[in-house]
Each structure stands twice: as structure tokens, then as C-alpha cells.
């Protein structure tokens, strides 16, 4: 697909057909990631592609969270869908959860979160042009603990962001730009 074309049809994808998704077309998404910028170009990433059963552990314990959350607040972004789509990664079977190496130095590790960052950019526009759909999501942070255990991820790595990888069942609409004509975005100086 062009670029730019590529870059508008990106969405997040939040339902998934039952469709198994090959390991060279997960493969040639991770090398679009690992070629990624990144700071001292330290190539900080690492990711964790889970698919089957622990697909099911992940999302029974997010869901949990997900329900503590919406009885405790009035938080009204969490409907039924949300909390499907919670429980089950909204039925693909591939779930990737995205790492950086951990640093108790802020500048390290604000480094290290957008370099990975950008490298999940790769990722969702990889996975994009070859028809499958993603979620970038922070969301399983809530339930951060669970997810280290269940996947065993150790304290020297901090979890960026987690995404479920398949085929579209449902393509959400474009959601509209705050500031379309980048009239407000962006101060052009010396022109
Ligand atoms: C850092 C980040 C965290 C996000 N976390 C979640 C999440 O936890 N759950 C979710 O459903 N979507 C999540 N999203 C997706 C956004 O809701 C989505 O990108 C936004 O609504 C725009 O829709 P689009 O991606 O289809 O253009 C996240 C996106 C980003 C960049």
C-alpha cells in the first residue's frame, strides 16, 4: 500500500475472525519494528507473541480488572463491548506484548519508551499493510502484576504497550482529526 495511504487506513481493531495468522507474516511485522530508530541505537524492544491458551489467562485477568474499574468510577468510556473486548482481545489469536529494557535513570528511560514507541509504530503499520489488524493498547497496565506473571516477564523490563494481532472481523470508522488543516498543531517559523 503507499505510505500515506497506509498510514490513514491504520485502525484500531478491536474485533477478529477466527483465522490463523502465519508465523513468516508475524515474523516480517517484528523486522519492520526492529528496524525502528532508536536512541544510541540501544534497540531496546523486545516482544513476547503469545497466541492459545495464555491468550485466554491474559484477558480472564484483565477482564477482572476492567470490571474493579468500571463498578469503582464513573467511567463511561467502559461499556459490554469494552469489557468483550478486554476478555478475549477481541478473539485474535495472537496477542504481542511489547517490552523495553527497564532504567531507574528518567532520561534512560524516557529514551528507551520512544524508541520502542516508535518501533510499535513499525509494528501496527507492518501488520497494517499486510491486511491484519492491531490495538495498540496501555490498557493491560491495569493489570500490570497479573501479566508479568502470567508471561513471566522480569523486573529488569517495562512493558510498553500490549496488541492483538489478526484479521479484521469489524473495521471501526476513521476517528476525525482535532485539528485537520494543522492550523493550530503546528507554528511554522521562518517561512
Ligand atoms: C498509547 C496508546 C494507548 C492505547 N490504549 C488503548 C487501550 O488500552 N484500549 C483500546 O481499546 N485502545 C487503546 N488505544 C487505541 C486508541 O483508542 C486509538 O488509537 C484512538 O482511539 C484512535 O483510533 P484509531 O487508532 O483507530 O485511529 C491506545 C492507543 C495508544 C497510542
Same mark, same amino acid.
Given at each position: ?59 480472564? %485477568?484483565? !477482564?477482572?480488572? &476492567?470490571? $474493579?474499574?468500571?463498578? *469503582? #468510577?464513573?467511567?463511561? =468510556? ?24 527497564? %532504567?531507574? !535513570?528518567?532520561? &534512560?528511560? $524516557?529514551?528507551?519508551? *520512544? #524508541?520502542?514507541?516508535? =518501533? ?40 510498553? =504497550? ?30
Amino acid at each position: 500500500m503507499e505510505f500515506f495511504d497506509l498510514v490513514k487506513n491504520r485502525r484500531s481493531v478491536r474485533k477478529y475472525k477466527d483465522q490463523h495468522v502465519n508465523k513468516e507474516d508475524i515474523l516480517k511485522i517484528l523486522d519492520a519494528a526492529n528496524w525502528a530508530p532508536s536512541a544510541m541505537n540501544w534497540q531496546p524492544w523486545e516482544f513476547i507473541v503469545v497466541s492459545g491458551e495464555l491468550i485466554k489467562s491474559m484477558g480472564d %485477568s484483565f !477482564k477482572a480488572v &476492567v470490571e $474493579k474499574i468500571m463498578h *469503582e #468510577s464513573e467511567e463511561t =468510556a467502559f461499556d459490554e463491548k469494552f469489557v468483550d473486548f478486554a476478555a478475549r482481545y477481541g478473539g485474535a489469536p495472537v496477542v504481542i506484548v511489547v517490552l523495553t529494557r527497564a %532504567s531507574e !535513570k528518567p532520561n &534512560v528511560r $524516557k529514551a528507551n519508551l *520512544e #524508541s520502542t514507541s516508535a =518501533a510499535m509504530e513499525n509494528l501496527v503499520l507492518a501488520a497494517t499493510n499486510l491486511g491484519l489488524g492491531t490495538c495498540w493498547m496501555t490498557g493491560p497496565l491495569h493489570d500490570e502484576n497479573n501479566l508479568r506473571r502470567i508471561l513471566g516477564i522480569s523486573p529488569d523490563k517495562e512493558i510498553v =504497550a500490549v496488541t492483538p494481532l489478526g484479521y479484521p472481523d469489524e473495521v471501526p470508522e476513521p476517528r476525525p482529526r482535532l485539528d485537520a488543516e494543522l492550523k493550530q498543531k503546528v507554528r511554522w517559523l521562518g517561512y
